[in-house]
């Protein structure tokens, strides 16, 4: 069946559902608040079930020139050093990249399929069928409407718990040092304070490499921070992590270094009525884990094959339980992970530095880690029922010989 769907919200999840929507033969018509298409948010890391999907949409290979491999996590701690994270990729590295990057390559594959993009599209609300906008208009009746709008979703009834620690993040240009190119690369003081470096290859229209850069900050510490001034940063920073310098040292302004607020949080049930929430509207966690985007790639490719699969009626309530695990296990593991590294917790860093880590350096737990961040540990929409699989479950096993 050809449907007619409306798709909230153009970023990463938004644009990937409609390239895949389209592939499978639907009618798309994406909406989104900005004037002109543009990303916001500095770097990230595109795991490769991620690039898996990016690959799918015929967008990989333009995010792969814009990005650069990652082939490692490695974090120490400030004061003496010692290592307390490592984790390496397995044959398929990670891709650095900034989000406008990522954007540009799913932009150009949304506009090579013609698909509808209407800009200055508030969404605000959505009811039999029909979207709400701002200026009171309204638009449908579409057959499905696919919440994309993130974590300030107005169509979204999650209501998640805010988290104690975020981060600021700004993007630089890629410095002389010696830190290597293929890595992110942490520093921590405790679990009160986190420096890092993620390289993310090069900008649209621009050649030069590029490194997004991150400091820990309270959730309501950034006022703080600003207050402080940039001297006094710069001050801690050398103290902390002397190689940090040649890339905040490129920081002159506070405006440079946006602040990133966490929530955790997770739809129990991501559809309703005429509706499915993807991404950030259906569920929420901190960044430790790297898996961000990639969520939000993998909900637009389960919806995709969802409706392939199953009529209109069945299609959300499908692809809810073929993500549910995969969800519901990155969930838990970042809000185990998470304190470890952003908290007050005194014994918490301890017990990372003194008991966890070393433990994860003894097989088979390396082997663990790497799947962890690549997002393979499980199947990504491992338990949807698709009619192949029901049939296999339902016919009587073959008689033994």
């Known amino acids: 069946m050809r449907y007619r769907i409306a798709i909230a919200g153009a970023g990463i999840g938004g644009l990937a559902c409609a390239g895949l929507l389209h592939d499978a033969g639907h009618h798309v018509t994406l909406f989104d608040q900005f004037d002109a298409p543009r990303p916001v948010g500095s770097g990230l890391v595109i795991q490769p079930v991620g690039m898996a999907v990016l690959d799918r949409l015929g967008a990989g290979e333009a995010a792969a020139t814009f990005g650069t491999p990652i082939t490692r996590m490695l974090g120490r701690e400030c004061k003496s050093g010692r290592r307390v994270l490592d984790v390496r990729y397995g044959k398929v590295p990670g891709l650095g990249i900034h989000r406008a990057s990522l954007f540009q390559s799913l932009l150009e594959a949304v506009e090579a399929r013609g698909i509808e993009l209407r800009t200055s599209a508030i969404v605000t609300g959505q009811a039999s069928g029909r979207l709400h906008l701002s200026d009171h208009r309204t ?9 994309a709008c993130g974590a300030g979703s107005a169509l979204s009834p999650l209501r998640s718990r805010a988290l104690p620690y975020g981060a600021i993040w700004g993007t630089v240009d890629w410095p002389e040092t010696d830190l290597p190119a293929d890595r992110l690369s942490q520093r921590y003081r405790r679990a009160d304070r986190m420096l890092g470096i993620l390289p993310i290859g090069q900008l649209p229209g621009s050649g030069q490499r590029k490194a997004a850069i991150f400091w820990s900050l309270p959730s309501g510490g950034h006022a703080d921070w600003i207050g402080g001034g940039l001297e006094r940063w710069t001050a801690e920073a050398a103290e902390l992590w002397p190689a940090f310098m040649p890339f905040i040292e490129q920081v002159s302004d506070p405006g440079q270094m946006t602040m990133a607020r966490y929530t955790h949080g997770t739809l129990h049930r991501p559809w309703g ?8 509207a259906a569920h929420r966690a901190s960044p430790q884990l790297g898996q961000g985007a990639n969520m939000a790639l993998l909900d637009a490719a389960a ?14 309530r499908a692809y809810a339980l073929g993500r549910r695990w995969h969800v519901r296990a990155y969930q838990t593991m970042s809000a185990a992970f998470t304190p470890q590294y952003q908290s007050d917790s005194r014994w918490l860093p301890v017990l990372r530095d003194r008991v966890l880590f070393p433990l994860s350096q ?3 737990l390396p082997w663990v880690l790497s799947h962890l961040v690549s997002g393979t540990l499980l199947p990504a929409s491992g338990s949807l029922p698709t009619p192949a699989r029901r049939r296999a479950r339902s016919e009587p096993a073959a008689p033994a010989r």
């Open 303 to 316: 919806l995709a094959d969802a409706l392939t699969h199953f009529p209109l009626a069945d299609a959300p």
């Open 362 to 364: 003894v097989p088979p």
């Open 139 to 147: 638009e449908g009746p579409f057959d499905l409407i696919v919440d």
């Open 273 to 280: 009525d005429g509706i499915v929430h993807i991404g950030d």
